[in-house]
C-alpha cells in the first residue's frame, strides 16, 4: 500500500502553468508505476497521464499532449504533473494514483482541484 498526497493546485489564467505534485508515503514507491486523472464537474473521471516504474515510458491523453509533462523522483517518492498552456476546459480536481501494472490502478489521493480562468 501507498498513501498519495496531491498538491499544487489553484487558480490560473488561461494560458498559464502549474505544477502539481504527488507525495509517496508507505513502501516501494518505485514499484508503482503513476497516473495522473481529472474529474470535472458533472463529468466523469478520465485519464490525463501515466508513466512506468523508472520514467522511462510516459503516456498522455489526446487532450493534454504537448502541454502537459508527467515525470517523478524516486529519491523523493514524488510524481509531477507540469501543466502548460492550461486552458479553461482543464478545470477539474486532478487525482494521482498508483498502478502495480501500468494498467489498473488500485491507489488513490484525495486530489487538488485546478481552475482555469478565461
Known amino acids: 500500500q501507498v498513501q498519495l498526497v496531491e498538491s499544487g493546485g489553484g487558480l490560473v489564467q488561461a494560458g498559464g502553468s502549474l505544477r502539481l505534485s504527488c507525495a509517496a508515503s508507505?513502501?516501494?514507491?518505485?514499484?508503482?508505476?503513476m497516473g495522473w486523472f481529472r474529474q470535472a464537474p458533472g463529468k466523469e473521471r478520465e485519464f490525463v497521464a501515466k508513466?512506468?516504474?523508472?520514467?522511462?515510458?510516459?503516456n498522455y491523453a489526446d487532450s493534454v499532449k504537448g502541454r502537459f509533462g508527467i515525470s517523478r523522483d524516486n529519491a523523493k517518492n514524488t510524481v509531477y504533473l507540469q501543466m502548460n498552456s492550461l486552458k479553461p476546459e482543464d478545470t477539474a480536481v486532478y487525482y494521482c494514483?498508483?498502478?502495480?501494472?501500468?494498467?489498473?490502478?488500485?491507489?488513490w489521493g484525495q486530489g487538488t482541484q485546478v481552475t482555469v480562468s478565461s
Open positions: 508513466i512506468d516504474w523508472n520514467g522511462a515510458r510516459t
Open positions: 508507505g513502501r516501494s514507491f518505485s514499484s508503482y508505476a
Open positions: 494514483a498508483a498502478s502495480p501494472d501500468y494498467v489498473q490502478y488500485n491507489n
